[in-house]
Each structure stands twice: as structure tokens, then as C-alpha cells.
């Protein structure tokens, strides 16, 4: 196997005579193709979400207006090993997650730790 670029992998994309998923494009770019270093297989592993949304309408002077939009998000979340005959899973850790649960906790403790000061005076 071998490793490809974002461009290869654009190249690439779902046959057919429509365009490409626009989710399962952005899959491919976080995803990657399987990589072989030494006898060692790295199969990365993503999340990916997507949303989309549209509406029409009419102002007060009676103008038609309309729109509609979509947007997606792909993260890694880890990659499976493969080497010597057997498959492990090793997660991405993501310290800036790790950080922000921790103040978010931090926060909420030193306000309720405040109010209840407070009501004990």
C-alpha cells in the first residue's frame, strides 16, 4: 500500500456522472488510504458530521427571498494498527478538549463553591 495526497484522493472521488458526496469527500481528506511503513498497516480513523438547511420567504414589501447552505466538519479520532498478525486501536488524544473540559469544570466549581458562601452568611 501506499500513501496518497489530498489531490490524488480528490481525483479520485465517487464514479458517476453527478458530483462527488460533498461528506464522503471530507471523509477521504481527514480519512486518508491505509499506510504500510515496515510490515506495520495504519487504517486512520475519522468522525464526520454534516448539516444542511434552506428556506424562502417574503419581506413586508412582498420581495421573494431564498437561500440554502450546507457545512460539514471531519475530525481524527484515531487509527487501527495492524502488525504481527494482530489489530490494535490507539485514539487521538486532543489535549485542547482536555483543556477545555477542565476550565468548563473549573468554572462551575468556583461558581457554585460562591454561592454556596454566600448562603451560608
Known sequence: MSESTDTEVA???VAGDGPP???LRLARRVVGTPIE???VVLVPVAVVRGGSG???GTD???NLGQGAG???TARPVGAYVLAEGRVR???VIDVARIVLGAQLAGTVAVLVLGRWLRSRS
Open 21 to 23: 458526496d460533498p461528506v
Open 37 to 39: 511503513r515496515d510490515g
Open 70 to 72: 450546507w457545512g460539514g
Open 11 to 13: 481525483d479520485t472521488e
Open 54 to 56: 434552506g428556506g424562502s
Open 89 to 91: 486501536y490507539e485514539p
Open 60 to 62: 413586508g414589501e412582498g
